[in-house]
């Protein structure tokens, strides 16, 4: 780990010395990529593949991701492209890797607080030096992050629905733009669930370690473990209201509520 925590924060240290990136249109609405994310992906992988010489690399701006049973990588060089060059300073870089499809380390660096959000399998869940662990908040007194999944005019209309769902039964939403960043506030303690209708590998495999080596639970909100072949709708909360948090999600989806 010590290892790779030096390659996230040179990674963090890159990020942060693009001023004024240039920022590019993906193609769907609100969807941008940045040099800086080009930049950081590309030593990512090649530093990573230094320390990992047999691993194998999924990343959000690479093409042809496959994802085997072999040790793989999954990463987002920026997780939160928006807020970093709107100035948000809410971005951060997520590694998670994954053998047989499993998360087996996860690593979150915020450049911007210098925090390293750390877990492997069986060890824990960690933000440096301090161990984390979930609330115990049931699901009235919960805040719970949701993604909006702005890429997507199919899921708008579904977004808004569950937020008006959730409003009254919740105590209150909050909308970072970084779903890495929200798991690491559930991991944290500092919000007990999240959400977003179509989420990525990239965006919730480092976090989803993270949560469930703190005592919560992650998963696909339609039932299910979370996959890591491509996008799910994806869940995750403390062990509290992870169940609740589900239902409320499910019957939003089908019409009940």
């Not at 590309?42 to 040790?71: I, M, Q, R, Y």
């Not at 209309?157 to 929200?182: K, N, Q, Y």
Request: charged share 25%; glycine share 8%.
């Amino acid at each position: 780990m010590n290892q790779l925590s030096a390659v996230l924060k040179k990674a963090g240290d890159m990020m942060l010395q693009y001023q004024q990136p240039r920022v590019y249109a993906k193609g769907k609405h609100a969807d941008f990529v940045t040099e800086a994310d080009l930049a950081v992906q590309e030593f990512l992988l090649e530093e990573l593949a230094k320390l990992f010489p047999t691993a194998k690399f999924f990343a959000e701006e690479k093409k042809d991701n496959v994802l085997t049973d072999a040790l793989t990588f999954i990463i987002d060089p920026i997780d939160g492209t928006t807020n970093y060059f709107r100035k948000r300073e809410c971005s951060v870089i997520s590694v998670g890797a994954v053998e047989n499809k499993r998360p087996v380390l996860g690593a979150i660096f915020d450049p911007y607080q210098n925090r390293l959000y750390h877990a492997q399998l069986g060890k824990g869940a960690w933000c440096g030096e301090t161990r984390l662990r979930v609330s115990e908040e049931p699901i009235e007194r919960a805040l719970i992050g949701l993604g909006t999944s702005p890429y997507y005019d199919e899921l708008m209309e579904l977004t808004g629905r569950t937020v008006g769902a959730l409003m009254p039964r919740v105590a209150d939403l909050r909308r970072t733009g970084s779903a890495a960043m929200e798991l690491c506030d559930i991991a944290s303690g500092r919000s007990d669930g999240c959400f977003e209708w179509l989420l990525q590998p990239w965006d919730y495999c480092a976090g989803v370690l993270l949560v469930e080596e703190a005592g919560g639970r992650c998963g696909n909100i339609m039932g299910g473990d979370v996959t890591y072949e491509k996008g799910i709708p994806f869940m995750a909360a403390n062990a509290v209201c992870f169940e609740q948090l589900q239902k409320i999600l499910q019957d939003v989806k089908n019409g009940v509520i």
